[in-house]
């Protein structure tokens, strides 16, 4: 794990805004928002602070990548105009889970950053859920869903880091999965805490032209549901629900 440090005197000035502070793009008040204004994610970060596995060291560079995809999320998340995400390339962005063809930023700006990541599988399906819905499904059952930086074995161009992304199942999960269904899972009120793999590779300017990520996610279904208890409501049955057991995928 790389943990070297540069003074914050000469940090300041050889990195970016959004690789020195977690929430600099929400000072971006000429971007074009999703929901008019910047959102708010003072929830989340105090989570985050409450529960992260990680402290580090200011101006080390776990943290300086840790700010750079928080900022990123933030953006593929709430920035409707391309043009005014600055932690990326938009022409030359690609973005890759597991072994699956890559999709640009402007895919990404389209389906959101659930559709992009998430697989089809028997509780959700991307196909099923445009960006509005997917963010729907996933943030009313975990209000605070916080991200930090594990290790960093590499950088930069190329940054190899592995990650935890986790929250608390507050509210019922709701989605529609491979076949169409609805599927319920009552909320457990548990912690969900997924890990994974990202390679990012940055350009002289410190954005992203590239970033892929390995990781299982279905271990979050795994994790939402661990009894396999999910209700699935057949739409074309017109909405006779039906208890069964829906495991997670191996």
């Known amino acids: 794990m790389q943990s070297s440090a540069v003074d914050p005197a000469e940090q300041a000035s050889a990195v970016p805004d959004f690789m020195s502070d977690p929430n600099a793009v929400l000072k971006d008040i000429d971007a074009q928002w999703r929901n008019t204004n910047p959102p708010d994610y003072t929830r989340t970060r105090k989570f985050y602070s409450e529960t992260r596995q990680c402290n580090h060291q200011a101006g080390s560079l776990p943290e300086l990548v840790e700010n750079l995809v928080k ?19 938009p022409e030359t962005f690609t973005f890759t889970v597991n072994d699956s063809e890559p ?10 950053t659930y ?20 963010h729907k499904t996933f943030k009313r059952m975990m209000p605070a869903f916080a991200w930090e930086v594990l290790e960093v074995h590499s950088g930069p161009p ?3 880091f ?5 929250g608390e199942m507050k509210n019922d999960y709701v989605g529609r999965n491979s076949v169409g269904e609805k599927v319920t899972v009552k909320a457990n009120g548990q912690l969900i805490d997924i890990q994974g793999v990202t390679v990012a590779t940055l350009n002289s ?4 032209t590239g970033l892929k990520t390995y990781f299982d996610s279905n271990e979050m279904f795994r994790q939402i549901d661990p009894e396999g208890i999910a209700i699935r409501t057949s739409i074309e049955d017109k909405g006779e629900e039906f208890v069964a057991g829906v495991k997670g995928e191996a």
């Open 71 to 89: 900022n990123w999320e933030i953006e593929a998340s709430f920035k409707t105009r391309l043009s005014d995400w600055r932690t990326i390339d």
């Open 103 to 112: 999709c640009s930023a402007e895919h990404m700006l389209r389906v959101g």
């Open 115 to 134: 559709n992009a990541i998430v697989s089809p599988c028997e509780y959700y399906d991307p196909n099923h859920s445009d960006f509005a819905a997917s």
């Open 158 to 160: 190329v940054v190899s």
């Open 162 to 166: 592995k990650w935890r992304h986790w």
């Open 205 to 208: 300017n410190f954005q992203v």
